[in-house]
Every structure is written in C-alpha cells, then in structure tokens.
C-alpha cells in the first residue's frame, strides 16, 4: 500500500468514523425517544377509550335499570304471574314498545318469567320461547349486566343487557335489551392519536382461551366474533389481553392478527371480561425516525463525498512531496549529484528538500575532489609501477647475467675436475709401471 492510499484511507476514516458513530448513537437515542413517547400515548388512549367505553356500557346499564324499575312494569308483571289479571301481558308488552320507540338505541325490549318464557316482547314471534337454560338468562336473574356482543340474523352485531325486575324484594323476572353496538363500534373506530395504522381493540375469550375479536378491525371489518387469534400465540398482545395483563409490548416479536410488528398496551375490563389493545404498527411509530435516518443517510453521504475528495486533495499534497524527493533520491541513486530537487514547499518537507540539495552540493563537491585526488594518485601510481617495471626488468637482465656466469664457472669447475681426474689417472698408471720395473 503507497503512502498516498495509507494517508487517504487514514483521512477518510478520521472524517466518516465519528460521523457514522453519532449518526448511530442519535438514531439509538431518538428510537428510544419515541418509543417512550408512543408508548406514553397509547397508554393515554387506553386511558381514554376505557373511560369511554365504562361510560357506554354504564348508559345501557341506566336504562335497563329505568326499564326494570317501572312501577308500572313491575306491578303488571306482578298481576300477570298472580294470574289476577288477564290484560297484564298487554300492559307489559305496551311498556316494552315504548321503551323502544323512546330510546332509539334499544331495537328490541323482551320480558322472560322465572321460568325463562317469554311472556312479553317488541317481537311477537319470540312470545312463548323458553330461554330458561341459557346463560344470558341466568345472568339476568343475579345482576343487571352486559351479557356481550352477538350478531342477529341479519348478521348485524347487537349488544345483550338484562337484569332482573324485582318486585316485593324477590325476582319476579328477568328483563332483557337488546342494543345497536354502535356506540361501542364508534370507540374502536375512533382512532385519534393512533396515527395512520393504530387501533383500539375489544376481545374476549372463548372456551378454548382463544382471543376472539368482538368488534369490526380496521384491517378487517368482518372480524368481528368470527377472526380469533390461537391461545398458544403468546407473542401477539390480544392473548395477554383477554389472560388479565395489563402491560407495554415493544419487543421486536410483538406481533398483531397480520403478523405485523407493533408497539402495543393492554388493558382488562373486569366487569365484562373483555380484553382492550391499543397498538400502532412499528413502521408507523418510527417513521420520524426512519426520515431522520434517511435524511442522515443522505447527509452522510454528500458529507462522505466531500470527506472523499478533501482526502484525495489532502493526500496528494501531503505525499507529492514526499515523492518527488523519493523520486529525487532515486535519480540522485542512479545519475550521481548533479541533480537538485525541485520542491518549492513551505514547512519540513520544503525544508527537508533544501537540506537535502545542500548535502548533494556538499557531496557533489566531494565526489570532485575525491576524483581529482584519486587522478593524481593514479597518475602517481602509474609512474612507479612503470619505475618499478624499468627496475624489475634490469633486476631481471643482471639475474640472466650472473646466472649465465655462475653456470660457465660450473662448466669451468667440472673442466678442472675432468682434467685433474685425467692427469692423477696418468701418474697412477705410471707408479704402478715403475713398481713393476723395480720388482724386476
């Protein structure tokens, strides 16, 4: 890696790093932020809507209540079930419509005997029906209540109320209301403060520990009392609704009937054992996040771009200098000290490429001198290896000379030696004649 990219990538990261780290750290803050904030306002929609819906359901109480507690009712029911008079039935029945025409909320007004049979009703084809072993029926005879929700045969979701008509101190029977639900739908449907995808919802459960959803869903207006979400689905916030927990559900697992992922509260409603979720989906509730992500993204990445070319500026005229005095010293490697660098810089760089033509001068002038001397030397050396040749050569020519002489005495020696050999030889021969001649 040149030094060129080492300074540019080191440029680069000083400048992106931290800018990636903050961006990191306020999206974490911000998230958090707005999840305490939404969290805050689906609890205050709980709040809000439960209030509500309390108030609804304690407005069909009141007039169950102002029904049962007609003198009137009472005493004609009291007459009827003492037999002592046969029109009874008529006044009842008569009592029954105008509860009805008065209140316009209430479509049908009926009046069951202890027995459980309908003796009078709005409905004259339900007069004489036996609803002695239904639950809503034994409920009416304990309490005023709201039984729940139920959809006609029209398929139209109606609310059962009943309560029981007290005459004497006993329970002479039971009276039942059905009412439009639309002041219980209008609350689901009322999403204020919930955004683009929040909603109120109402669920209860069934002998399964299923969650079911009693009113219509913003996703799904025929849900109601037909979509039901499987007790074994823990994760989605309907099933700890309708199991009695109130809490906050902002894990990322937390899931609505679409599967969809949500921020969402729980509320529980004793009194009619309905569960209440109130959630926003979690694209929803971080948009602002998300466009501050964006809009950081986009920052990051103009910011990034002019880090990108800043370094690339940086980087080059931080390094050039350095390479052209790595070039410098190569040429100054190569060609010897006649070249100079030709950087024109302020600070140390400048400064260095001057001490460095300094040395090159110095050196250069060095490098003169040591030829010169190293001439004079040659030349001097030359001169006595030629002296020396002349004298190695007449050292030779009298080597040749005395070896010539030395070996003519050894010629003359072995001459004199022969000679002398030859004349004892000679005397020799002549003493041995002699001696023979005397012996004679």
Not at 42 to 47: F, G, Q
Not at 352 to 376: F, H, I, P, T, W
């Amino acid at each position: 890696m040149t030094l060129r990219t080492k300074f540019f990538f080191s440029f680069f990261v000083t400048a992106v790093a931290p800018l990636i780290i903050v961006g990191v750290l306020t999206f974490q803050n911000a998230r958090d932020e707005i999840t305490i904030r939404v969290i805050d306002q689906l609890e205050a929609v709980a709040d809000i809507q439960e209030k509500r819906l309390n108030e609804v359901i304690e407005s069909y109480l009141e007039q169950i209540k102002l029904v049962a507690s007609r003198t009137q009712l009472r005493r004609s029911l009291e007459a009827y079930m003492q037999g002592n008079d046969p029109h009874a039935v008529d006044g009842v029945t008569q009592i029954l419509l105008d509860t009805r025409d008065t209140v316009s909320s209430i479509e049908r007004v009926a009046v069951f005997d202890t027995r459980g049979t309908t003796i009078a009703s709005t409905d004259k084809n339900e007069v004489g029906n036996v609803i002695g072993d239904t639950d809503y029926f034994a409920l009416g005879k304990e309490s005023f209540a709201i039984y729940g929700l139920f959809k006609d045969d029209q398929n139209v979701l109606k609310l059962r109320i009943v309560g029981p008509i007290v005459a004497g101190g006993e329970v002479v029977g039971v009276l039942e209301v059905v009412a439009d639900s639309g002041a219980i739908v209008a609350i689901t449907e009322d999403y204020t403060g919930l955004g683009n995808t929040g909603e109120f919802l109402l669920v209860e459960k069934n002998q399964y520990g299923d969650a079911v959803f009693i009113t219509p869903l913003r996703y799904d207006t025929g849900a109601a009392l037909r979509r039901a979400i499987p007790a074994e689905k823990t994760h989605i916030p309907a099933i700890s609704a309708v199991s009695g927990q109130e809490k906050v559900l902002i894990s990322d697992d937390t899931v609505d009937y679409r599967g969809v992922q949500v921020l969402a509260v729980t509320r529980f409603v004793d009194s009619l054992r309905w569960g209440i979720v109130v959630k926003v989906d979690r694209s929803d509730a971080f948009s602002p996040v998300i466009d501050l992500a964006r809009q950081y993204a986009v920052t990051l990445l103009v910011v990034t771009v002019l880090v990108l070319l800043v370094s690339f500026l940086l980087s080059y005229t931080i390094t050039d200098p350095i390479k052209s005095l790595v070039r410098f010293a190569e040429v100054l490697q190569s060609e010897g000290f006649t070249t100079r660098a030709t950087i024109k810089t302020s600070g140390e760089v400048g400064r260095l490429a001057d001490a460095l033509n300094e040395m090159a001068g110095r050196l250069q002038g060095l490098y003169k001198n040591l030829e010169s001397n190293v001439r004079e030397r040659t030349q001097k050396l030359e001169v006595a290896q030629k002296t020396l040749s002349e004298k190695l050569d007449e050292t030779e020519r009298l080597n040749k000379v005395m070896v010539g002489r030395e070996l003519k005495m050894m010629e003359l020696k072995d001459e004199i030696k022969r000679l002398r050999g030859g004349e004892e030889s000679k005397l020799k021969k002549q003493k041995n004649t002699r001696r023979k001649k005397t012996s004679k």
